[in-house]
Every structure is written in C-alpha cells, then in structure tokens.
C-alpha cells in the first residue's frame, strides 16, 4: 500500500515523463489491456493526459479490487476475454462500441489484438494509429504476423525492462515456494527444471540456484541453452529429459510450455508453476477427463489418475500474483516507456511494421526515474 506522499511522487515523475517531448498531439483514444496492480491507477492516469480513455480491460487474474474502484469511477472498465477477441468480427464490434470514428491507439498487456489486427485497421470506422506492447510473448505474436498493419512499438525487449524481468523472477520463485511450504513442504531436496530460458527464466534459475537447490533447463533455442550452459546450468536438448525427476517445474516460456502429452512425463509429487496466464503456458484443458482435480490448499491444485500425480500452482496462472507481483518503483521504468511510445504515436506519423522508443528517450526516461527513485525503490 502506496503512503499518499509515495502517489504524489509517483504523479510527479510520470508528469514529468509526459513532458518529455512537448510535441503537438493529434486528439488520439486509447483502450488499455493492463494488470490492474495497486499502483496502475497512476499510470492510467497519465495515461488520460496523453489520450481519451476509450475503455480499461484488466487482466482477469490480476485485479486489485481497490485499483478498479477507483479507475472505475473514472474511465470505461470492460471484462477482457482472451476468446472474444480471437475473433476479428467481435473485436471490431467491440471497438466500435467504445471509440467509433476515433484515432485509436491499443495499449496491449500479452497480444489480445494481433489476431483481429488486419481486420480492424482495414474495417474499423475510425483509425488504428497503432500499437503498443509490453509482453515477450505478446511482442511474439504481433511479430508473426506476415506485416503488421500499423506500427506496432513493443517495449518487451527493452533495456528498461530488465530490472521488472529479473524482480518478477524473484517473485515468482518467492510465491512457489510460499505456496509449498503451505503444504509441509519445502523445495529443498527437488531439483528443479526451468522451461525456457529468456529474462525470466533466467532470474528463476539464479533464483532457485542461490537456494541451492539443482536445476536444469530446457529451451527450443540451442543459443539460450549454450547461454544457461555457460552460467553453470545442466541443459538438455528435449522437454522430456528436462521433466524426468524434476520435483519443480517453472513455465516460463509465454508460448504453451506443456501440452496435454508433456505432463504424463511430470515426475510423481511434482509442483508445476507458471510465470504467466494458464491459456498461454499450460494446456490444462486437455486434461479434463484424463485427470481427477482436488484443491488440496488454497491455490494448490492435485492433479491425479492411476499412478500419477503433480500439483499445479494457482490454477496455473502468474503464481506471483498471489503475493502482489510487487517491483517496487522498477514497474514504472516500463510504464514511461509505454507513455512514450503513446506520445510518439499521437505525435508523428509511423511506417507499418515493429518499432522501439529511440535511445535517447530510454535514457531520458531513466535520468528522470533516477532522480524521483534512487535510493527510495
């Protein structure tokens, strides 16, 4: 919980950020997919200075009831639905329901619109003037697309990220092993198995490796795993080596870790984390029918049929979200990122095709952080 002179600070230094570049802005709209955490209220708020708020979608597993009190009393608060927006028709529909005839940007948390993008920049009754998103696996999915229809800036990969990437790391080995312990357990004694090795699942393996506890890691990619290689990590080039004895595994691939016939190879006894949403890391759909289901603690889940058995943690969703997903003031590095690929979009007109913020505006908007957080994030 923010003191009231921690919001004020918080107000200042995103202010600030939306200064950056006084340019001239053409009237645009938003509508923003977010994780409505207890300190997104700023953001949205700065936000609003830069665009009209067409509507707020929260992720659906990641809402503060306080959050959405408040910015419900002041913008458009819509219910986000991954399937609804798979088809092109509804989410156009959608659209034209919140901001017909507007310049519209879209402000995305994991690619909810890559599937409809083509459909709605040439159908909808207003203009997508573009894109911006914060995820790997949503930067993946625009990326994918033969050419995306409007510029789309991702800020996944950017420098200012890391600090978030590496925190929700800790996060999320933080939040697995409360979740253990809750049943009498302890991690200690499990070795672990990583899958995928990208920022996160980098910060997860140093994590679980200073507890010093085994792991080994498995990605598609023979350069993460060379990389994990050169770090001190036992590697393997299948998924089913990376299961077999593994008491712990940690999703953390964004792009469907375990499908319905991987999780015949998760060891006995084995506790299954997620670092993101269940529909994007784990098939558990495909079990229902295979496996019997028994919550055995508050967000422990007992997954069982003859002769085998694992746990899956917090339904397979963020497990870290159950403890806050808090990184302290680093969150708003990322946050005046996403400000300022807005401004640029309202401001300048863009070719198609994927787009970064310039240097030069990272590295303003890390002076600026600086001098509002050093020393008190």
């Known amino acids: 919980m923010q003191e009231d002179f921690e919001k004020s600070r918080v107000d200042a230094f995103f202010r600030r950020v939306t200064e ?9 709209s938003a509508v923003v997919v977010t994780h409505l955490l207890p300190e997104r209220p700023a953001f949205l708020r700065a936000v609003a200075r830069l665009a009209n708020v067409a509507a707020v979608l929260p992720k659906p ?27 092109p028709a509804q989410t156009l529909t959608y659209l034209e329901s919140r901001a017909a005839g507007q310049r519209l940007v879209l402000l995305d948390v994991g690619g909810y619109f890559a599937p409809a993008l083509d459909h709605l920049c040439a159908q909808f009754s207003g203009q997508i003037v573009g894109v911006v998103e914060d995820t790997e696996n949503g930067h993946q999915r625009y990326a994918q697309l033969d050419k995306p229809p409007c510029p789309v800036y991702s800020v996944a990969r950017s420098p200012l990220k890391d600090p978030e990437d590496y925190l929700v790391g800790q996060s999320v080995v933080f939040s697995t092993e409360a979740l253990v312990r809750a ?24 994590m679980l490796h ?6 080994r890691v498995f990605d598609l990619d023979p350069v993460r795993r060379a990389q994990a290689l050169s770090q001190g990590y036992r590697t393997t080039p299948t998924l089913a080596d990376a299961l077999a004895g593994a008491g712990l595994v940690v999703c953390a691939t964004g792009n469907m870790a375990l499908r319905e016939e991987d999780f015949g190879r998760v060891a006995n006894g084995a506790y299954i984390a997620s670092v993101t949403s269940s529909d994007d890391e784990l098939e558990l759909g495909a079990l229902d029918g295979l496996y019997d289901r028994a919550r055995v603690e508050p967000h ?11 746990y899956v943690l917090a339904d397979g969703n963020a497990v870290n979200f159950l403890h806050g997903a808090s990184v302290g003031a680093f969150i708003f590095l990322v946050q005046a990122e996403i400000i300022a690929a807005l401004a640029l979009l309202a401001s300048t007109e863009h070719d198609t095709g994927m787009h970064e913020v310039p240097a030069d505006i990272r590295q303003s908007i890390a002076a600026q952080w600086l001098s509002y957080f050093d020393g008190v994030s």
């Not at 009498?184 to 140093?206: C, N, T």
């Open 20 to 28: 950056l570049r006084p340019t001239p802005h053409r009237g645009v």
């Open 61 to 87: 597993k990641s809402i503060d009831t306080a959050a959405l009190r408040e910015i419900s009393g002041v913008m458009p608060v819509d219910q986000l639905d991954r399937s609804r927006f798979a088809d």
């Open 183 to 206: 049943r009498g357990d302890i991690l200690h004694g499990r070795p672990a198995a990583v899958i995928g090795y990208g920022k996160l699942g980098r910060s997860i393996a140093a």
């Open 210 to 215: 200073a507890k010093h506890i085994p792991v």
């Open 300 to 310: 422990v889940t007992r997954y069982a049929r003859t002769g085998h058995y694992f």
